[in-house]
Nanobody
């Protein structure tokens, strides 16, 4: 299977910046998309940004113009650069990848979540 490990996050003042990173371990055959979600206390998990293997990018309206999603050429790591942070950006952030991984039986589908990392925007 494929496991995702996130890094980054922490406490930042309003207007500040923070970067998140997500790397995978496992025998990946191909990636369909790499996404970032967030879940604030008492709210549903929501997609924040996604990038596909064809380099299509989508952002939620709430972060458009402030957040940037990017991956390396080999799609081994996905990053989320968060600028102009607001208190309402406070949440646990999760990366989510979908694609195929190698097995003895051939490529099989995977959907994997990271463990989550806390982002707190507060003065």
């Amino acid at each position: 299977q494929v496991q995702l490990v996130e890094s980054g996050g922490g406490l930042v003042q309003p207007g500040g910046s923070l970067g998140l990173s997500c790397a995978a371990s496992g025998n990946i055959f191909s990636i369909d998309a790499m996404s970032w979600y967030r879940q604030a206390a008492g709210k549903q998990r929501e997609m924040v940004a996604t990038i596909t293997s064809g380099s299509l990018i989508w952002y939620s309206d709430s972060v458009k113009g402030r957040f940037t999603i990017a991956t390396d050429n080999a799609m081994n790591t996905v990053k989320l650069q968060m600028n102009s942070l607001k208190p309402e950006d406070t949440a646990v952030y999760y990366c989510y990848w979908s694609g195929y991984y190698r097995t003895d039986r051939g490529p099989e589908r995977f959907h994997s979540w990271g463990q989550g990392t806390q982002v707190t925007v507060s003065s």
